[in-house]
């Protein structure tokens, strides 16, 4: 059972380039949800989805884009990659019940 | 604003301590607290609590919700070197939005 997985785990971006960060669960859970974690601090809620066809902000949704088209996957977009985005990113899911399962992470340094 | 406001944001103890772990918040439409331990990967779960009083234990650990003065806490007693990692708090609103707090660093010393 693969959980929540997320790709890559590493990347190196240019200023103003885009990416796609990739994030898919096998457990048919209906909330997802995208964060960061800068050194030293805890997590901030970028976008979070309740279900296919429905996403949120968060608290710092600025510079990011998302989308659920399926249950399966919530990819976050990054359009003109910023200094201020290097940070470590974690993709999670949830089902009725209130644990959280983690992907594990991807490490993105924007230079 | 909702916000979670953990205290203290470090602490170093030595094996065989017990500590407190304290977790504040002001979020509208609140449903839940959780507890999450990160050891340089991604969180897992530990508690969750929804209601007042009521502590949930889970070997060394233990953590209790006040809802009327909106903080929970988290304790370890007789700690280990394996406790040390990062314990972040955090509360789900209605509508299935969580927000986390700054995370306390543990640090138990051999």
């Known amino acids: 059972n693969a959980g929540v997985t997320q790709t890559p785990k590493f990347r190196i971006l240019k200023i103003g380039q885009s990416m796609t960060l990739q994030c898919t669960q096998d457990m048919n859970h209906n909330y997802m949800y995208w964060y960061r974690q800068d050194p030293g601090m805890g997590l901030k809620l970028i976008y979070y989805s309740v279900g296919a066809g429905i996403t949120d902000k968060g608290e710092v949704p600025n510079g990011y884009n998302v989308s659920r088209s399926t249950t399966e996957d919530f990819p976050l977009r990054l359009e003109l990659a910023a200094p201020s985005q290097t940070s470590v990113y974690f993709c999670a899911s949830r089902g009725e019940g209130y644990e959280q399962y983690f992907g594990p992470g991807t490490r993105l340094t924007v230079t | 604003e909702d916000k979670v406001v953990q205290s203290p944001l470090s602490l170093v103890v030595h094996e065989g301590d017990t500590v407190t772990l304290n977790c504040s918040y002001e979020v509208t439409n609140f449903r839940s607290l959780l507890w999450y331990k990160q050891e340089k990967k991604a969180p897992t779960f530990l508690f969750m609590l929804t209601s007042s009083g009521i502590e949930k234990k889970s070997g060394r650990l233990s953590s209790i919700l006040d809802k009327k003065e909106l903080f929970s806490i988290l304790n370890i007693t007789a700690t280990q070197t394996g406790d040390s990692a990062i314990y972040l708090c955090?509360?789900?609103?209605?509508?299935?939005?969580?927000?986390f707090g700054q995370g306390t660093e543990l640090s138990v010393k051999p």
């Open positions: 955090a509360v789900e609103r209605g509508g299935g939005k969580l927000i």
